[in-house]
């Protein structure tokens, strides 16, 4: 009897395959294409491949026990490329196509596509022995500087980060990215622009927002003309997004990093404070939480300030003890912390 390894590594073999999902429900062997039923449960259409989810540990395995078992390169390479597929935080399989690798088994190229048909499963796209992986081969003697296509990486970036929010691992790729190959000015502005429209797209993603904080001090570093110009589009996207910590967060970088702000982020607070267009703008819990950011931000604010202005002590003193005493009457602090 063919084991369902020994039906993928088939197909693996055979067809190229552009795309790998899951498949939750299986449909009836005889509603699949001639070609693809002697392969069931495992859905193959096109150049599409469905793993069944149902079957999927026992996928796991099988292709663990044919790693154990396999001695010659080609059964290894087979075996630890099908494992990390399936699981790519195999650690075990990994150092397996590192090795591959470093004796000129497998090459480089061909383990950047197979990286890319495992981003193609959108839990997979969070593995971050995955994306080091993918790090570690750009990173080798033998990756010659043509191998890096930094277009491509970035959209990699992108989709993956679509497919699973708030993907850690893929902004932390983007970031080295950033600082290990994006050394010219106009690459950088780009990145700068397409990290905004990320942000403006996804409000609440902490990691898209810190890479724009990274891009921001990247450019910086050479000098950055447009700090105005982004604390107001920051400031404008607080105003338009209510109830957003991780957009406050920015803001609170942005005054601790520049030197040349000029735009005072005590008005923003009383703005939001005493604008009934704004709080009409939002939902009840919005404005709540919009509200006590802001005076979170204002209490922060005035550390700050108290930090670098000695002189106006009291006066930020008595700000200070305002934006306390009305964060209290908002959220009032429960009688076994007090």
Known sequence: MITLYQKLATILENYNI??????????????????????YPLI????????????????IRE????????????????????????????????????QLIESSQVTI?????????????PKHCKSGVAWHH???????????DREMNLDHELQLCARTGTLH????????????????????????EKEYAEAKAWV???????????????????????????????LNWTINLIVRFPGHETLWYHLRFLYTCSKKI?????????????????QEAGTELENKRQLELALCFGIWLCLLENHHKSDSLPFLKDRHNDYINRLHELTPIPKYIK
């Open 109 to 121: 190229k061909d383990e950047l596509r197979w990286i890319d048909l495992i981003f193609t499963i």
């Open 262 to 278: 000029t735009i005072d982020g005590h008005s923003l607070i009383e703005r939001i404070i005493n604008d009934t267009n704004l």
């Open 44 to 59: 193959f259409v096109e150049s599409n491949l469905g793993l069944p989810f149902q079957h999927y540990n026992d996928l």
């Open 18 to 39: 552009d795309e790998v999902g899951l498949v939750f429900g299986l449909p009836d062997v005889n509603e699949l294409p001639p070609d693809s039923q002697p392969y």
């Open 200 to 230: 403006e797209r996804n409000v609440s993603d902490n990691s898209g927002v810190h890479h724009l904080a990274c891009v921001v001090k990247t450019i910086a570093k050479h000098g950055f003309d447009k700090e105005e110009e982004h």
């Open 165 to 188: 929010p708030r993907n850690y691992y893929a902004w932390n790729y983007r970031r080295w990215l950033l600082e290990s190959r994006m050394n010219l000015s106009y690459i950088q």
């Open 134 to 144: 993918r790090q570690w081969l750009f990173m080798h003697p033998g990756a010659a």
């Open 63 to 98: 292709t663990d026990k044919a790693m154990r078992k396999a001695t010659n390169p080609e059964k290894i390479e087979q075996a630890s490329k099908i494992m990390i597929m399936l699981k790519p935080d195999n650690y075990t399989a990994m150092n397996m196509r590192k």
